[in-house]
């Protein structure tokens, strides 16, 4: 595991200040809406054609709350776009990550965005509300 610590000016280490913590649980929170929306099927669903936010909900059977609160996220990290009420996968999503299917095989991710457990009980969770 890699650690981060910043040197000071007279060459010690620097205390880990809140900038770092705050850096770190952005850093997780991400992940955790990106493994969200992976599981709940949100970029599968927009692969073939945009969608409207009730068109998104009906694809991954969420809620429409669900369905915004995912996509939304995404938009914020730059793998869905959004305009005039249309949701898309992003260039960056497409070049960047692989599909589902490749993650399942390869196992990247498979607690979580290929069905495991915890991807089951989160994918739950969403769906109901």
Not at 17 to 22: A, F, Q, R, S, V
Not at 47 to 67: E, I, V
Not at 77 to 83: I, V
Not at 88 to 116: D, F, K, Q, Y
């Amino acid at each position: 595991m890699t650690t981060y610590v910043e040197e000071t000016q007279t060459g010690g280490p620097a205390a880990a200040g809140p900038e770092l913590i705050m850096q770190l649980a952005a850093g997780f929170m991400a992940a955790k809406h990106l493994f969200a929306a992976s599981e709940l099927g949100l970029f599968e669903a927009l692969a073939d054609s945009p969608a409207s936010l009730d068109a998104l909900a009906a694809r991954t059977g969420l809620t429409r709350r669900a369905a915004r609160i995912s996509a939304d996220a995404m938009v914020a990290l730059g793998l869905l776009e959004a305009g005039g009420g249309i949701y898309r996968n992003s260039p960056a999503r497409a070049a960047s990550m692989p599909s589902e299917a490749t993650c399942c095989r390869s196992g990247l991710s498979s607690e979580i965005s290929c069905g495991g457990p915890l991807a089951s009980a989160s994918a739950s969770r969403a769906q109901a509300g």
